[in-house]
C-alpha cells in the first residue's frame, strides 16, 4: 500500500532540477532583507554616534566667556572677560559694541598670546 502511494506522488527528476534554483532564489532573498534591516540598524546607530560625537566636540571646543563689568569711577568702567573654556581655545579679538544715546561705539582689541582672563580699561565713553 506504501508503494502505491508513493508512487502516485512520483516527480520526476527533471522537475525537481528546475525547482532548485527556484528555492535559492527565495533563500537569497530572504537574507538579503535580513542583511538590509541589519544594515539600516547600523546606519541609524552610526548616525545616532555622529551626531553625539558632533555635539561634544562642539561643546567642548567652543569658547565659554564670563564677563564682567566692574566700577572704576563715576565716567569709567573695567571689563574683565574670562574664558572658561579649554586653554587651547585662543581668543584673538575682542569686540565690545556700546549702544549709547549720542551713538554707537565700537571698540576692538586684538589679542596677542593665548590669555585666561582679560582686563580692559575703557576710557570715558560720555563726555
Known sequence: M??????SFRIPFTTLLSYIPVIATIVTTFFSIILARATLRYVEA????????REE??????PDLHIKMERV???????IVTNLAKTSVLL?????RLSLLKGIFLHQYRLRQDVQRIRIA??????
Open 2 to 7: 506504501h508503494m502505491q502511494l508513493a508512487s
Open 46 to 53: 552610526t548616525d545616532k554616534g555622529l551626531a553625539l560625537a
Open 57 to 62: 566636540f562642539e561643546r567642548e571646543w567652543s
Open 73 to 79: 569711577s563715576a565716567s569709567e568702567a573695567r571689563i
Open 92 to 96: 584673538q579679538l575682542l569686540q565690545l
Open 122 to 127: 575703557s576710557q570715558p565713553l560720555i563726555q
